[in-house]
């Protein structure tokens, strides 16, 4: 994984930093557990750590805690500023178990998937368009389920599929570096027990591993990125929803997340910059 050149662009950030926090107490503490990506770098680990200041970190915890290309949750603690390289040496007061990771996988039909579950709610948490964070995507998703079910996520992207709908019904194939990802969810131990009681799990533990997307021809990218142009590809997200109507009868509906402009708070996507693709 190349990260040099973010590294340097985290290098600014620590000097932000240490500004902002004065001379006198330089501690930056991070109680709220944080999405992380692994990764290794000279000889080491170090950890991307998503947030509103995106920064790299490295402990003696991650050697024995979890290997490169993990997920993590972190919380963690620091009164050092960033080393030359831009990475924070810290206390790592808290970390889980490496999250199961989905990859994404490129089909021509959507495949038949059994006990398939569908969720009240779905939306994307955390993301960086380039490899800050490996190409990791962080979801939440709500689900009614009995006892000791568990959900694992499928990503896909269809060849034959990548078509939305305006509002009149009318079919309207993507443009040109755009893409739809269907998104479908699985009970991998459904609890067959038909007097069960289902209730509502919330899941903000999701995770997809996307680094596929940049595998040459893996997109339908138009352009190829140069040294002075980086390409975006914007995404929306295809899931069925689960709701109820008025007499408590389910009804499941095709919703679509996202938006193709990329300057909204809603837009997805990942960004091409050259010799990464």
């Not at 003696?60 to 997920?71: G, N, P, Q, R």
């Not at 030359?84 to 089909?107: A, C, F, M, R």
């Not at 996307?210 to 021809?217: M, W």
Request: glycine letters at 4%.
């Amino acid at each position: 994984m190349r990260i040099t050149k973010l590294l340097f662009s985290i290098v600014t950030l620590g000097v932000i930093l240490s500004s902002c926090l004065g001379s006198d107490d330089n501690t930056i503490e991070v109680k709220t557990p944080t999405f992380a990506y692994i990764q290794s770098y000279n000889n080491s680990l170090i950890a991307a750590v998503a947030g509103i200041n995106n920064m790299y970190i490295t402990s003696k915890t991650l050697s024995y805690s979890a290997s490169h290309d993990d997920c993590v949750f972190v919380t963690f603690k620091t009164q050092h500023g960033a080393t030359s390289n831009g990475i924070y040496g810290v206390e790592i007061t808290s970390i889980t178990e490496p999250l199961l990771q989905e990859p994404i996988v490129k089909v021509s039909e959507m495949p038949v998937l059994e006990n398939q579950v569908y969720p009240t709610s779905f939306s994307v948490k955390t993301f960086h368009p380039q490899i800050f964070l490996g190409d990791r995507w962080l979801f939440n998703a709500t689900f009614n389920l009995k006892d000791e079910e568990i959900v694992e996520p499928r990503f896909f992207y269809n060849t034959d599929n990548q078509i939305e709908y305006d509002y009149e019904g009318n079919p309207r194939p993507v443009d040109k570096n755009q893409g739809i990802i269907d998104v479908r969810f699985v009970i991998v131990n459904p609890n067959e027990n038909e007097e069960t009681t289902k209730k509502t799990v919330i899941r903000n533990d999701i995770v997809g591993d996307f680094s596929n997307l940049r595998v040459d021809k893996f997109l339908p990218l138009d352009e190829k990125p140069t040294s002075s142009v980086s390409v975006n590809f914007p995404l929306k997200f295809r899931y069925t929803k689960l709701s109820f109507d008025s007499r408590g009868d389910e009804i499941l509906q095709t919703e679509i997340i996202g938006s193709w402009n990329t300057s909204t708070s809603t837009s997805y996507g990942i960004t091409f910059v050259a010799n990464e693709y």
